[in-house]
């Protein structure tokens, strides 16, 4: 493990990615964090948010900023309002949605780290933050689907 670094991250800055219509930006990575963690921002548009999975490698935080996310964590529901901390460990299903009518903000911890890696390898890099998500296309849920296993993530059916 390296030793974690000084990290500093203006509004605006850092690598942007559109993943399945949300937009994630990378504020630390494992590399600059020692390998303890990494920490996102995620915009997620009404309706959006990732389809049901499992993280078996590591444990997912996230904190609300702005707006409302409903969260599906082993079978409960839990809407988040701005504020709001929601802690999902590995093993454990889980998904969430911006069922709200206004976009919603909020921060996404993980550790260990290496989901910064999982974003490069399926998502579409963007040129910030504050761009608008791609359209998702089939061939962006195929190639989500082939490379989640080597992240130790598996993608669930969605529920009835």
Do not use: W
Not at 40 to 68: K, N, Q, T, W, Y
Not at 72 to 95: D, M, T
Not at 100 to 117: C, D, N, Q, T, W
Request: proline fraction near 12%; glycine fraction near 10%; include cysteine.
């Amino acid at each position: 493990m390296s030793t974690a670094q000084v990290i500093r991250v203006q509004p605006g800055e850092g690598h942007a990615f559109s993943a399945v219509g949300d937009v994630y930006r990378i504020l630390a990575t494992g590399e600059q964090t020692g390998g303890t963690y990494t920490l996102c921002e995620a915009r997620v548009l009404p309706g959006g948010g990732p389809p049901p999975h499992i993280h078996h490698r590591e444990d997912e935080s996230f904190f609300v900023l702005e707006g409302e996310i409903t969260f599906q964590l082993a079978g409960e529901k839990v809407v988040a309002k701005a504020g709001s901390f929601i802690q999902g460990p590995r093993g454990i299903p889980h998904a969430f949605k911006n069922e709200s009518s206004a976009p919603a903000r909020m921060l996404i911890h993980v550790s260990p780290p290496g989901f910064e890696k999982f974003l490069a390898a399926f998502a579409t890099p963007v040129p910030s933050f504050d761009s608008p998500p791609t359209p998702v296309s089939p061939a962006d849920i195929q190639k989500l689907l082939a490379v989640a296993p080597s992240y130790g993530i598996e993608l669930l059916p969605p529920p009835h």
